[in-house]
């Protein structure tokens, strides 16, 4: 199975897999998912360990169009309803108090569960196809914690090989969004109003159209939520983000430095030693990003540039998936600049 095209024997058999606790890796619309049955702790279990994400990490639950949210959430205000109608399928994850039934495996211990519907045609006849729909499918992203995330079934394949920890891939193509879903908190709006967690597609104002209330930025009270840590989406080479002149400079300097640079850009740059020019508009530097990613960590760079998006609400998840990359790495060029390169 490939493209978009359902398949309905491997649809069939995937679900089965699901049902006996197995991990199958999904395609949805921002990235792909490692999937397992969300009220399985078990099942649950072997996602954490597969992927080495700390237990205390939530994970979403990927539900069914038309998915009764009661069966999951409790307290549920007629803001996350309208939101659902609004914008489900689709990439956004509302935070919602937990039903008191659904396993502390997929909060990370807190009293709030993740919960989206995904639009992928491949996602939504897998989540169908589950317990007869009723199910629900804990989805991190199919890879290794940290690491960049996967947006085809051969990034999911690199990640986990064939080990065997991952039951089955469906592959769906390349994801269209690329990054991960917006994560909007509704489990505190009597206290703190809704509460923007991880941006993404859907911006604070979309929401806000929907909603009349503008999300605030998170609070040290605010749940933990998935992609939120302040190094994450990271490949193995060092990452850099400069504005665009600043980046020029840099990269002629590392140059006759000797070093190998690889170079992440929409602007026209110099050759450098590998380069991707992504498209210059927001949804299309978005798709093509984590692709880009690693492919340059593939390039036997010394550190891999990458050409700031613009400032602004459509570009901001972008940047926030940057930042994240970038996280810890502020001093390698002046490094890079400042160590001989041995000959």
Same mark, same amino acid.
């Given at each position: 199975?490939?493209?978009?095209?359902?398949?309905?024997?491997?649809?069939?058999?995937?679900?089965?897999?699901?049902?006996?606790?197995?991990?199958?890796?999904?395609?949805?619309?921002?990235?792909?998912?490692?999937?397992?049955?969300?009220?399985?702790?078990?099942?649950?279990?072997?996602?954490?360990?597969?992927?080495?994400?700390?237990?205390?990490?939530?994970?979403?639950?990927?539900?069914?169009?038309?998915?009764?949210?009661?069966?999951?959430?409790?307290?549920?205000?007629?803001?996350?309803?309208?939101?659902?109608?609004?914008?489900?399928?689709?990439?956004?994850?509302?935070?919602?108090?937990?039903?008191?039934?659904?396993?502390?495996?997929?909060?990370?211990?807190?009293?709030?569960?993740?919960?989206?519907?995904?639009?992928?045609?491949?996602?939504?006849?897998?989540?169908?196809?589950?317990?007869?729909?009723?199910?629900?499918?804990?989805?991190?992203?199919?890879?290794?914690?940290?690491?960049?995330?996967?947006?085809?079934?051969?990034?999911?394949?690199?990640?986990?090989?064939?080990?065997?920890?991952?039951?089955?891939?469906?592959?769906?193509?390349?994801?269209?969004?690329?990054?991960?879903?917006?994560?909007?908190?509704?489990?505190?709006?009597?206290?703190?109003?809704?509460?923007?967690?991880?941006?993404?597609?859907?911006?604070?104002?979309?929401?806000?159209?929907?909603?009349?209330?503008?999300?605030?930025?998170?609070?040290?009270?605010?749940?933990?939520?998935?992609?939120?840590?302040?190094?994450?989406?990271?490949?193995?080479?060092?990452?850099?983000?400069?504005?665009?002149?600043? &980046?020029? @400079?840099? =990269?002629?300097?590392?140059?006759? +430095? *000797?070093?190998? %640079?690889? /170079? #992440?850009?929409?602007?026209?740059?110099?050759?450098?030693?590998?380069?991707?020019?992504?498209?210059?508009?927001?949804?299309?530097?978005?798709?093509? &990003?984590? @692709?880009? =990613?690693?492919?340059?960590?593939? +390039? *036997?760079?010394? %550190?891999? /540039? #990458?050409?700031?998006?613009?400032?602004?609400?459509?570009?901001?998840?972008?940047?926030?998936?940057?930042?994240?990359?970038?996280?810890?790495?502020?001093?390698?060029?002046?490094?890079?600049?400042?160590?001989?390169?041995?000959?």
């Amino acid at each position: 199975m490939s493209g978009q095209d359902v398949d309905v024997a491997a649809i069939a058999a995937a679900a089965r897999l699901l049902e006996q606790g197995q991990l199958v890796a999904l395609p949805t619309e921002t990235v792909y998912g490692l999937g397992a049955d969300a009220e399985n702790p078990a099942a649950v279990a072997r996602i954490y360990a597969a992927k080495g994400r700390p237990m205390d990490h939530p994970v979403i639950v990927h539900v069914a169009p038309g998915a009764e949210l009661d069966h999951w959430a409790s307290d549920i205000p007629y803001q996350a309803r309208a939101l659902a109608d609004a914008f489900w399928p689709g990439p956004l994850t509302m935070i919602l108090k937990r039903a008191a039934h659904i396993p502390d495996a997929v909060s990370g211990g807190q009293d709030t569960v993740g919960i989206r519907c995904p639009s992928h045609p491949v996602a939504i006849a897998l989540l169908q196809a589950f317990k007869g729909g009723k199910g629900g499918i804990a989805a991190p992203s199919a890879n290794k914690f940290g690491n960049v995330s996967p947006t085809t079934a051969q990034h999911v394949r690199d990640e986990f090989g064939a080990d065997g920890t991952v039951a089955a891939i469906l592959d769906g193509g390349q994801s269209q969004v690329g990054i991960e879903s917006t994560i909007v908190d509704l489990s505190r709006l009597a206290t703190h109003g809704p509460v923007l967690l991880r941006p993404g597609q859907i911006s604070a104002d979309a929401i806000a159209a929907v909603i009349d209330s503008v999300p605030a930025a998170p609070d040290a009270a605010a749940p933990r939520a998935s992609g939120t840590l302040e190094s994450h989406y990271a490949p193995h080479t060092p990452v850099a983000m400069q504005d665009s002149a600043e &980046l020029l @400079a840099t =990269l002629a300097q590392l140059q006759a +430095a *000797g070093r190998k %640079v690889a /170079l #992440v850009h929409y602007s026209a740059f110099p050759p450098a030693h590998a380069e991707v020019q992504l498209p210059s508009s927001p949804d299309g530097f978005a798709h093509a &990003l984590y @692709a880009a =990613l690693r492919s340059m960590d593939q +390039a *036997g760079a010394d %550190v891999i /540039l #990458v050409e700031a998006p613009p400032r602004g609400g459509e570009w901001l998840g972008v940047n926030d998936r940057l930042r994240r990359a970038a996280h810890g790495s502020s001093g390698i060029v002046h490094g890079l600049l400042n160590h001989h390169v041995p000959s």
